[in-house]
């Protein structure tokens, strides 16, 4: 239980202060909605941060341990936002323009989310998770962070010669079944997903950890307020807010896109020309190059999750947690920060923007992009264990 007498109220104060500041310049200077977006960021920080609800530390209990718990919460979401979002990008609703996540079905996906899964791992975060703990003032996610935003811009100057090979174009399983079919199919592919984690779980551990719908030692204010929310919270809020962002913005919830344009712009105001490039020379990559990253949807909304992310851990008294940051942490953070951009840019997204989004939209890549995160992810845990990271008890 949070000790609610003990919030750290400077940091609660600035942020809000920085919350208020931003939204009124977004608001006065660039549009009401990327204001909406920051506030969108802010909510998912939030939820984030209360919920705990990360891919990275799930997927590895998981492999160590054959806990479900995260991954169960994980599978929880994609079917509830496929119950939503399938209708609605198949245009059901005439009044609404919904973009599905699509990207080719080539061996860059699988490649790059291979890449990712070791980051993940070795970089301590996923794209959301990287992002919530900066926000909740981790040094060494600052350094994994600098070098997802290096390795996802050298990764788009390379991403013309990756895609030229093995590549049979994006796929919709909406356009070829059907909207209703599809969905119908992927529900029952999630569910056969969930029984068979449950099962491995359950024969592991004999008690399987419930997702459940309260918090028995504080009220549901307290709870909302303070934190610790029960996963399954997280699970619906972040639909919430994916459908939201979906409806607000036109497309799915993404994040390292943001990372790559970052990346651009630093080399840009050293003296670099990526505008030259393949990648920052086509669409909406050059129109975003060329303008502020405060008119970026991802950028606006990636400030909002570390501020909202801040602010939930303030309140929950777990802003800036002890560590030791050795030479040995941070070599392994730059490494998986360069895997974690390298490979989100190689995969056409993290897994947000290509896994998450892809399967709630029903594209193809996502289903690759899983077979190699999983891949990647096992890797990387084992590479975990001969640098003796971990053990087989893993926290959340």
Not at 34 to 40: C, D, K, R, S, Y
Request: charged letters at 10%; glycine letters at 12%.
């Amino acid at each position: 239980m949070s000790d609610h007498s003990n919030i750290d109220k400077p940091v609660v104060t600035v942020v809000i202060l920085a919350v208020i500041c931003i939204s009124f310049f977004l608001f006065l200077e660039v549009s009401t909605r990327q204001l909406i977006v920051f506030l969108l960021g802010s909510a998912f920080g939030i939820t984030l941060m209360h919920s705990g609800f990360g891919f990275t530390g799930g997927w590895r209990n998981f492999i160590l341990n054959k806990d479900s718990q995260l991954i169960r919460a994980q599978i929880i979401l994609f079917i509830l936002c496929s119950l939503v979002m399938f209708p609605l990008v198949a245009h059901v609703f005439s009044s609404t323009t919904a973009a599905a996540a699509l990207a080719p079905v080539a061996f860059s996906v699988l490649f790059g989310s291979f890449l990712f899964g070791i980051g993940m791992q070795l970089g301590g975060g996923c794209g959301s998770g990287s992002l919530y703990t900066v926000g909740q003032g981790q040094v060494d996610m600052l350094v994994t962070i600098l070098f997802f935003i290096i390795g996802s811009f050298m990764a788009s100057l390379h991403l013309e010669w990756w895609t030229s090979f093995s590549n049979f174009g994006e796929f919709s399983i909406i356009k070829s079944l059907g909207w209703k079919q599809a969905l119908a199919g992927q529900l029952l592919v999630l569910l056969v997903l969930y029984a068979v984690f449950y099962k491995v779980d359950r024969k592991h551990n004999g008690a399987v950890k419930k997702l459940s719908l309260r918090n028995d030692r504080q009220s549901f204010l307290a709870t909302l307020i303070y934190g610790r929310w029960p996963l399954i919270w997280g699970s619906i809020a972040l639909a919430i807010l994916a459908l939201m962002t979906l409806l607000i913005t036109g497309h799915t919830w993404s994040i390292t896109f943001a990372f790559g344009l970052w990346g651009a712009k630093l080399w840009q105001a050293l003296g670099g020309t990526p505008e030259l490039s393949t990648y920052w020379s086509s669409a909406y990559p050059a129109r975003a190059l060329a303008s502020s990253v405060l008119y970026d949807v991802t950028s606006v909304m990636n400030f909002g999750i570390i501020l909202g992310a801040a602010l939930a851990a303030a309140l929950a008294n777990k802003f800036s947690p002890p560590m030791q940051l050795h030479a040995k942490r941070i070599v392994i953070a730059i490494v998986g920060g360069l895997l974690l951009g390298y490979g989100a840019r190689l995969a056409f997204g993290c897994n947000i923007g290509a896994l998450f989004a892809g399967i709630s939209t029903g594209s193809a890549h996502a289903w690759l992009w899983l077979l190699g995160g999983i891949i990647g992810n096992i890797a990387g845990v084992r590479i975990r264990l001969m640098l003796g990271y971990d053990r087989k008890i893993v926290a959340g």
